[in-house]
């Protein structure tokens, strides 16, 4: 006896149709810890490179990454401003509106002259900003960041930070958070390509 065909075809009829759609649909980011909605962020004010305020509409249009860190900072700091510039004609591919923000925690030493000097030395398009602990500190932690200042004589002390990245979207909210890599021996780092993939996937999700 010849069973139908029909219930077979229709099975893969859909199965085909199920499976176009699953695969037309944005994948997720895989290593950033990924916050859909995007998380707020409190007011702040920042001096800038220029010695002019920086604020939230700064952040407003743009897709920002921003780091941590200190102009003193012996090995976290160089090492990430030079990633972030090795990979940064492929964030402005993905995302023209892009921009790399570096934000200093020690107010104290890092001036708007040497923050400028300084990631001029990677990027000249690269932003900086710092301002005095009381406002500083409570814009790092609403970012999820950390510092702590170790003294260590009376000029020449460490500052331990966050070794993360984290992306703010054009609506100036917190989506996405790249946490660094570490190991025994090595500088805690965020790994670049894990990183500008799950931008563009992030970008993508964005336009949906």
Not at 150 to 162: A, N, R, T
Request: proline share 10%; aromatic share 12%.
């Amino acid at each position: 006896m010849v069973k139908p065909r029909y219930p077979l075809l229709f099975l893969l009829l859909v199965g085909g149709l199920m499976g176009a759609y699953y695969w037309s649909q944005p994948s997720l980011p895989e290593r950033a810890d990924y916050y859909p909605a995007g998380r707020d962020i409190n007011p702040f004010t920042l001096t800038d490179g220029e010695g002019q305020p920086f604020t939230a509409k700064d952040l407003s249009g743009h897709w920002t990454f921003l780091f941590l860190g200190y102009t003193y900072c012996p090995d976290i700091c160089p090492t990430t401003l030079a990633d972030l510039n090795s990979v940064y004609p492929e964030l402005k591919k993905i995302a023209p509106s892009s921009q790399v923000v570096f934000v200093s925690a020690d107010p104290k030493r890092d001036d708007r002259a040497r923050l400028k000097r300084y990631t001029a030395f990677f990027q000249p398009e690269f932003r900086a900003a710092t301002a005095p602990h009381p406002h500083l500190f409570p814009f790092v932690r609403n970012l999820g960041l950390v510092y702590s200042i170790v003294e260590h004589g009376s000029k020449d002390y460490l500052i331990d930070h966050s070794a993360s990245i984290v992306l703010i979207n054009p609506a100036g909210k917190l989506v996405a958070v790249f946490r660094p890599e570490v190991g025994p021996g090595l500088v805690p780092h965020v790994a670049m390509d894990g990183m500008v993939s799950d931008f563009a996937k992030i970008e993508r999700l964005a336009d949906e």
